[in-house]
């Protein structure tokens, strides 16, 4: 999971951590046959964390992105819940196959599908 770089940029990531950052990210998906890259424009790091739950000043002070808390927890645990559902108890998970919802970016790379002709 990863942040679009001006909400980096406003936790203070210099522009060379960021592109940094990002190319790795996106490296690292690049090459994997298989893979999903899940992006949340305008959270920020504390945002996948509870601690925007234990102070009220988090969002008035900056220290948290826009999008609210409740909304980013949820995309964050149905997400994580769905890649468990489907990659370790081998269940349906309808989440990780639909069209993202607007505030949510996800990238996903399958393996071809088997030949049905036997590869002719």
Sequence with gaps: MTRDADTMRKEGWSEADIAQTL???????????????????????????????????????????????????????????AFFDRHVRGEVAPLLDAAPAPDVRLEVRRPPAPCRDGGM
């Design 23 to 81: 190319g790795t990210l996106r490296a690292t998906f690049d090459r994997l046959p298989v893979g999903y890259f899940l992006s949340i424009p305008g959270m920020f790091h504390p945002d996948f964390s509870d601690a925007p739950l234990l102070s009220p000043l988090a969002r008035p002070l900056g220290l948290t992105g826009s999008v609210p808390t409740e909304r980013g927890h949820a995309i964050v645990g149905g997400y994580a819940l």
